[in-house]
């Protein structure tokens, strides 16, 4: 099994040598059977990663302690979930996931029917066959997943509490399809810019795949926070921790490209801007990586320290020059064939004012998790940045993006009159004032969350008018029933409504994160048995306290019976978990959730008399940021189904336009 499992790594990166070499070489001859063998190498390439894959989900399942990589995250105790799930729990194991998606995604683009007799295939596939032959050898000579100890132990190390959860099983493996996603379009990019090709054609056939990947990226974000609130025991669901900003930038960054790129279909506009953002969003999806394997931050998400992120630093500063070269070298045809805007006040301004708020965010994140590192170089001592500095940078750009998100629908494209602005926004905005002026009578008296509550308003009420003069205008072309009129309108404008739908998602995040940030509320109160904790309309008992045993895990768990206004909801069962082969315990906490808050119950200390410590948390509209999570992946999944975008894609002839 060692030397067929090593086989595959190795063969694999002789396979994409060779397939490299032979596509390139086929490219400067125009040799077609060159280029055949090339692709054929795709297939094989596939075959290693994906037979690399399932060697190693075996020596898991099958606690094969022999091999270092199985010995130091699984044991013979874990669940079989958890020991599959552990061969992304580590270095060697998360990049081999990273090439198994690399190499699907190649040979899907490769040998796609949309793409056949494309003469860009093999300059997309030249480009992330690049991207293989560096994760094979990172995993052939730097992070072996396949490395034997010296001496076999009798029981393995065991898997890191913390990710023996359901959030284990999705999260990094939707946040891998994000970053690998993001290649995609990258090598798009890079292949229209070498064959001079400055249409939006590039544009068109990758549009699924960025927003697939930014589906991902998204999923990836939500489980992420998700887990976070229900695992770690603190409440919260983010805390700007640097590998969570490692996958928010390029999330905010293909936000971005995924709005300035309908700018180019329509107007023929920010092509340079829209390959910028591509090769930031390709390249930041490196440096997260490099961020999360360098040990250079501290972060409880990041991997132990290795030499990994230097490979990764000079990888990512490679591909990041040479794309900038292309890019450079077609700056003349580019800004020759590119549109400009006619009004500050249409809808392409407002996109393009969007992607600078996205941009600026990103860049927040990004100098803001970069910052230890400055300034330990230039002053010799790591200042680190926190919650306070993010939240103060990010709330209003996310409130300047809100407004931005609700007033984009309601302006014409290339220019809106002051009588159309009087006629689409007067209504919206006379309700959004009175919203406000309601939520101070109600007793919100944040100025901040007053405003952000008051852009939210008007972002419901523009998207609700887009959808009722859809359906008016429908309706009185065809009669249908207004249900129908609304079914038919969306789905022959899926692309649209499914982005109405996302921008709606957002808003109820909005909600969601501005009340819990805002009005959130928290005791910590020792106890003895018998006793009760009272918070606002809450109240506590503390019933019992009691141990169990589950397998080789010693649990210490409470009886909380709650009542809400009187009335008993139930009694609740916070635990700390003792885990037999792992120092530290885990909080597993009680979370009773309404429409309007959440009531988080974590069992934090105990004494032998039976007093218990616990800290009582109530976080004011929780289930609105889950249910907007929710509407943002209908959106994007509604966006990207059915395939319509055939009706938009162009039948690609191989003709070069150029501009002399």
Same mark, same amino acid.
């Not at 396979?15 to 063998?37: E, F, M, P, R, V």
């Not at 976080?619 to 999944?637: E, R």
């Given at each position: ?26 490219? !400067? ?15 094989? $390439? ?35 979930? &958890? ?13 081999? $996931? ?77 946040? *891998?399809? =994000?970053?690998? =996603? ?26 699924r795949w960025t927003i697939i990947a930014w589906l991902f990226l998204s999923l990836g974000n939500i489980f992420g926070g998700q887990w976070a609130y229900v695992e770690l025991g603190w409440g919260g669901y983010w805390a700007w921790d640097p590998v969570e900003n490692a996958s928010f930038m390029p999330w905010l960054t293909a936000t971005a490209f995924l709005h300035s790129v309908m700018i180019q279909e329509r107007k023929n506009m920010l092509k ?13 999806? $490196? ?23 230097? *490979? ?16 450079? #070298? ?5 800004? @020759? ?62 409130l300047s993006m809100m407004f931005v998100m609700a007033v984009c629908p309601m302006l014409a494209w290339q220019r809106s009159t002051v009588k159309n602005l009087r006629k689409n926004f007067m209504i919206p905005a006379i309700l959004a004032v009175v919203g406000m002026i309601l939520m101070v009578v109600l007793g919100i008296q944040k100025a901040w969350a007053v405003i952000g509550y008051g852009v939210i308003i008007l972002l419901l009420i523009t998207? *609700? ?21 609304? *079914? ?27 009340? #819990? ?26 019933? @019992? ?40 315990? !885990? ?57 319509? &975008? ?8 191989g003709v070069r336009k150029e501009v002399s």
């Amino acid at each position: 099994m060692f030397l067929f499992a090593n086989a595959t790594i190795y063969i694999g990166l002789a396979i994409a040598i060779y397939a490299l070499l032979i596509t390139t070489l086929g490219i !400067s001859t125009k040799n077609q059977k060159l280029i055949n063998s090339g692709k054929g190498g795709l297939i094989a $390439l596939f075959v290693c990663a994906a037979l690399a894959m399932i060697s190693l989900f075996y020596l898991l399942g099958t606690s094969q302690f022999q091999y270092q990589y199985v010995s130091d995250y699984t044991s013979s105790e874990l669940p079989i979930i &958890y020991k599959l799930t552990a061969l992304w729990a580590g270095n060697a194991g998360s990049l081999l $996931l990273w090439t198994f998606f690399l190499t699907l995604y190649t040979i899907m683009i490769a040998f796609s029917r949309k793409m056949k007799g494309n003469p860009m295939v093999p300059y997309i596939s030249a480009i992330l066959l690049a991207n293989a032959v560096f994760f094979f050898f990172i995993l052939g000579f730097v992070a072996k997943p396949f490395l034997l100890l010296d001496t076999v132990p009798l029981e393995g190390k065991g898997l890191n509490p913390m990710l023996q959860n359901p959030g284990m099983i999705i999260h990094p493996v939707t946040l *891998y399809l =994000g970053y690998v =996603g993001l290649a995609i379009p990258f090598a798009f990019a890079m292949a229209a810019l070498i064959l001079k090709n400055v249409d939006d054609f590039w544009i068109k056939m990758t549009r699924r795949w960025t927003i697939i990947a930014w589906l991902f990226l998204s999923l990836g974000n939500i489980f992420g926070g998700q887990w976070a609130y229900v695992e770690l025991g603190w409440g919260g669901y983010w805390a700007w921790d640097p590998v969570e900003n490692a996958s928010f930038m390029p999330w905010l960054t293909a936000t971005a490209f995924l709005h300035s790129v309908m700018i180019q279909e329509r107007k023929n506009m920010l092509k340079i801007w829209n390959i910028s953002l591509i090769i930031v969003s390709y390249a930041l999806t $490196l440096f997260g990586t490099f961020l999360v394997r360098s040990g250079v931050l501290t972060s409880v998400h990041a991997f132990a320290n290795s030499n990994l992120g230097l *490979y990764f630093l000079i990888f990512m500063g490679v591909a990041v020059i040479l794309a900038l070269y292309v890019l450079m #070298s077609r700056y003349n045809l580019l800004k @020759r064939s590119a549109g400009e805007f006619q009004s500050f006040v249409s809808k392409e301004s407002s996109f393009l004012v969007n992607n600078l708020l996205l941009v600026g965010a990103a860049f927040a994140v990004f100098w803001g998790t970069i910052f230890p590192l400055v300034s330990e170089a230039v002053r010799g001592t790591k200042v680190t940045v926190g919650l306070p500095f993010f939240n103060k940078v990010e709330a209003p750009i996310l409130l300047s993006m809100m407004f931005v998100m609700a007033v984009c629908p309601m302006l014409a494209w290339q220019r809106s009159t002051v009588k159309n602005l009087r006629k689409n926004f007067m209504i919206p905005a006379i309700l959004a004032v009175v919203g406000m002026i309601l939520m101070v009578v109600l007793g919100i008296q944040k100025a901040w969350a007053v405003i952000g509550y008051g852009v939210i308003i008007l972002l419901l009420i523009t998207h *609700y008018l887009e959808f009722y003069r859809g359906v008016k205008a429908r309706r009185k072309m065809t009669n249908e029933k207004p249900l129908v009129a609304l *079914y038919r309108l969306m789905i022959r404008n899926r692309r649209r409504y499914g982005g109405y739908i996302v921008h709606l998602g957002i808003a109820f995040i909005t909600m969601g994160i501005i009340g #819990s940030q805002n009005y959130d509320v928290e005791t910590m109160k020792t106890v003895a048995l018998g006793q009760s904790i009272e918070l606002k309309d809450y109240r506590l008992n503390y019933e @019992r306290l009691d141990q169990k045993k589950e397998g080789i895990n010693d649990i210490v768990y409470a009886d909380i019976t709650v009542f809400k206004n009187g009335k008993r909801l139930g009694t609740f069962q916070p635990e700390k978990v003792f885990y037999g082969n792992w120092d530290q315990p !885990s909080s597993e906490v009680a979370i009773i959730s309404s429409v309007k808050e959440d009531l988080y119950i974590v069992l934090s200390a105990w004494e032998d008399d039976g007093k218990a410590t616990f800290v009582v948390k109530i976080n004011p509209m929780m289930n609105w940021l889950w249910f907007g999570s929710f509407m943002i992946v209908i959106g994007a999944l509604f966006a990207v189904w059915n395939g319509k &975008y055939g009706n938009v894609t162009p039948r690609y002839t191989g003709v070069r336009k150029e501009v002399s």
